[in-house]
């Protein structure tokens, strides 16, 4: 495995920007020969934007991408997603919240499966996110029966041919995106191996999944995604391998 696409969104990070940069480029060229770091910026309202752009100046393996307005976090993922040019993807978020050296835990995973997806263990965010956390998660197992132990967790490794080949399937674009993304996953037939990873708190800037109308965008994708799949064919069966 020489050649790795790093992707994440970025929604009014500029605080954090600069160091999660640099946090990814100093782990990232130690592990591969060959790799890119695609940053969606999601139409943020501070200087994200301007930061992102200079970063990639400095590091040119930074390769920007602008959304004109706020379109939504699962937008955000797409799009980098969309733009990852490596066929192993690792998927995290800009706000500094992982330990970027336990992509060592999930590497081995990807010889014998498609997707490797940690969870926070444990979680550090404020207790109603993590509250509002496990709610969603057990919502999401309820209904479309178990995919993962922490759904929305932002550290995953995979192949992106297992992404491409769903990608056209994913209608959300806000908060259910990874929960889309998962079932299709699992109905598609993907190895699925999940992994601890640590966590720790927020460093700067705010977070945006508690907001009522993130709430209610999340909640409305999720019925129209569970309607759908009614639909539709049952799905197959995938292999889960839990460390």
Same mark, same amino acid.
């Given at each position: 495995m020489k050649k790795i696409s790093v992707i994440m969104p970025a929604y009014n990070e500029e605080a954090?920007?600069?160091g999660m940069i640099a946090d990814v480029v100093s782990v990232m060229q130690d592990r591969f020969d060959d790799f890119e770091v695609v940053v969606t910026d999601d139409g943020s309202r501070d200087g994200t934007g301007q930061v992102l752009d200079h970063l990639a100046v400095t590091y040119p393996q930074v390769k920007p991408v602008h959304h004109p307005q706020n379109r939504g976090y699962g937008a955000a993922v797409f799009t980098a997603l969309s733009h990852a040019s490596k066929e192993v993807v690792f998927f995290t978020d800009s706000d500094r919240q992982f330990n970027l050296h336990e992509i060592d835990r999930l590497l081995p995973h990807l010889s014998d499966s498609d997707m490797v997806v940690g969870y926070r263990a444990p979680r550090r965010d404020p207790f109603q996110r993590v509250l509002f956390g496990h709610g969603w998660s057990s919502l999401v197992t309820l209904l479309f029966g178990y995919t993962a132990r922490d759904i929305d967790c932002a550290f995953k490794?995979? *192949?992106?041919?297992?992404?491409?080949?769903?990608?056209?399937?994913?209608?959300?674009?806000?908060?259910t995106f990874s929960a889309e993304w998962l079932v299709l996953s699992k109905r598609a037939g993907f190895r699925i191996a999940e992994v601890p990873v640590s966590h720790v708190p927020r460093r700067a800037g705010a977070q945006t999944g508690a907001r009522p109308d993130v709430i209610k965008r999340a909640f409305r994708e999720l019925w129209q995604f569970?309607? *759908?799949l009614w639909r539709e064919t049952p799905p197959h069966q995938t292999e889960l391998i839990q460390e």
């Open positions: 954090n920007l600069p490794l995979f *192949r992106r041919h297992t992404f491409n080949q769903i990608a056209p399937l994913i209608e959300s674009r806000g908060a569970r309607v *759908r």
